[in-house]
């Protein structure tokens, strides 16, 4: 799995080696990369519906190591465009966060993946607790909203594809609301007191 998820990472360098990255090679990068941070945070977030509607619990072995994947691949998008595209002029970066907006939304994205990366080791769901553990990683459902707004105000006309990560980020969220209000609706009426018998 770990190999797997280096593969887009693989492909590039073997293009780069090849000459091979198009007539612009920074654009090609970062739409790559940005490409496969939205699809890893995607599939991380298929990991619980999937491992349920598939009866597939040891599913859940690969979700950290799919979610550090989405940052690692975020991370490598945000250097882009720090290194490659802005060559490190901290006013030009500026600049181009007031000028475009969905740079806005990407970092946004892209910060709040940042503490769930720091916090996903088994010593600070320890540290946190599970509950609160579970409600920091949470940010993810932002993160992902906040990488489909940012892929949206992008492009220019065709937005199909943003919009195909629009309804798979819904769904995915929309499974999650499902669940969490029936396993609560069950808690409830088990907690219930019984009913009087009757005479
Ligand atoms: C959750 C975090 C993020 C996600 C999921 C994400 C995703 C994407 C996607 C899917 C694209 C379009 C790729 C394509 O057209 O094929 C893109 C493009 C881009 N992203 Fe991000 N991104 C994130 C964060 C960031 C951050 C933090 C920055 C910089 C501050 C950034 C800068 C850009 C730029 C400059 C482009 C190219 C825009 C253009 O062609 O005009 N992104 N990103």
Not at 2 to 10: E, H, M, R, T, Y
Not at 68 to 75: D, I
Not at 141 to 169: F, Q
Request: proline share 5%; net charge positive.
């Amino acid at each position: 799995m770990f190999a797997l998820c280096l593969v887009p990472l693989g492909q590039l360098a073997w293009r780069a080696l090849h000459n091979n990255l198009t007539a612009n090679p920074i654009e090609y990068i970062t739409h790559q990369i940005g490409d496969w941070t939205l699809i890893f945070i995607v599939i991380t977030l298929a990991v619980t519906p999937a491992r349920k509607l598939l009866r597939q619990p040891e599913l859940i072995r690969f979700r950290r190591m799919l979610g550090l994947f989405a940052f690692f691949y975020g991370l490598l998008h945000f250097s882009t465009w720090i290194g490659l595209d802005k060559f490190f002029d901290w006013a030009d970066m500026l600049a181009d966060v007031r000028k475009r907006t969905f740079i806005t939304a990407g970092f946004t994205g892209f910060v709040l993946m940042l503490p769930l990366a720091l916090t996903s080791t088994a010593g600070w769901i320890r540290r946190l607790g599970g509950k609160r553990w579970l409600a920091l990683h949470r940010l993810i459902y932002i993160a992902a909203i906040a990488g489909v707004v940012h892929y949206y105000w992008l492009v220019k006309s065709d937005i199909r594809l943003p919009v195909l990560y629009g309804v798979l980020v819904a769904v995915l969220l929309l499974y999650r609301m499902v669940t969490s209000v029936t396993r609560r609706a069950r808690q409830s009426a088990a907690t219930a007191k019984p009913a009087p018998a009757s005479p």
